[in-house]
């Protein structure tokens, strides 16, 4: 079997800023919340059988006790904060499994869930959905590969190597160094994604990178400038690695069969028709019927 694993904050950020807005009957901002559930059913219908959605059900975590500057929800749009708990209660009357992260962040719980699957022998083959480069350093050969379902790009191992010049294991590394805009950490002074894959791509892990740049045997332009700002900087780059590693202990997962998609809960069709989409619910009943038939 196959599982996917969707990033419910990154599906409703996009979908906040491409769909239209819509109110519900009570006037509350919902159309991120379509959005998301109809790309869930879309994934569905599409064949998709054991599902997860992971969300930041508080956008802060314990890294914003490690770092300032982490990412926070402050400056987030109201009425897209607005909908990330009803987003969240959407997606489970729809039948699937919702992990909402308070400690932790999404990124962990699907991190969390496809190490723990990946040692099922059931599980075929596991789908991160989701562009964010973070997710990278949980691919692993062919059988966990992350899916970008808005560029239908889906990428293993040796892609993520070809796209960044490191394999997955060294994505922290690689981000410690070039820093993370969207995560709120800046990365290494004078060190960009060229020379990282280079010298990363050489050495592996920050600690191998000689603190010398004469010890190098790789040709690097500016190779003296960037060892001296690595050694200048190494705590924060410690710390920045520490920021980007995703936690695989932040989710206790029961089993593949806990994820598997059985129709929507009795529920659905109210909530449904609330947001202005009733036909959802039919066409979300009918496919759990031709499934069980």
């Excluded at 729809?94 to 909402?100: A, F, K, N, Q, R």
Aim: charged fraction near 25%; charge should be negative.
């Amino acid at each position: 079997m196959r599982v996917h694993l969707i990033d419910g904050t990154y599906e409703l950020f996009r979908h906040f800023y491409a769909v239209p807005k819509r109110a519900d009957a009570g006037g509350n901002e919902v159309g991120a919340v379509r959005g998301v559930l109809n790309s869930v059913f879309g994934l569905l219908r599409d064949g998709a059988t054991h599902v997860a959605l992971a969300t930041d059900h508080v956008v802060e975590s314990f890294r914003n006790e490690l770092w300032d500057g982490y990412k926070h929800g402050e400056g987030i749009d109201p009425d897209l904060l607005a909908q990330f708990h009803p987003m969240e209660d959407a997606v489970r009357a729809l039948g699937v499994t919702v992990w909402g992260m308070v400690e932790f962040e999404a990124d962990d719980a699907m991190a969390a869930a496809a190490a723990k699957l990946t040692a099922d022998s059931a599980v075929e083959q596991i789908f991160i959905c989701t562009p964010d480069k973070d997710l990278a350093q949980c691919v692993v050969g062919d059988r966990v590969v992350q899916f970008d379902r808005r560029a239908g790009e889906v990428r293993n191992a040796t892609a993520i190597e070809e796209k960044f010049g490191v394999p997955p294991a060294a994505i922290p590394d690689y981000l410690a160094l070039v820093g993370d805009t969207a995560d709120g950490f800046p990365g290494v002074p004078g060190w960009g994604a060229k020379s990282v894959a280079t010298v990363l791509g050489r050495y592996g892990t920050l600690e191998a990178i000689p603190q010398d740049c004469a010890q190098w045997d790789i040709k690097v332009r500016g190779a003296e400038r960037l060892a001296g700002a690595l050694r200048e900087h190494w705590d924060n780059a410690v710390l920045f690695r520490e920021l980007a590693t995703l936690r695989t202990d932040a989710l206790h997962v029961d089993g593949v069969a806990a994820l598997q998609w059985n129709g929507p809960t009795a529920e659905f069709a109210e909530l449904a028709e609330r947001l202005g989409v009733p036909a959802l619910a039919s066409r979300a009943s009918r496919l759990a019927e031709a499934r069980q038939a």
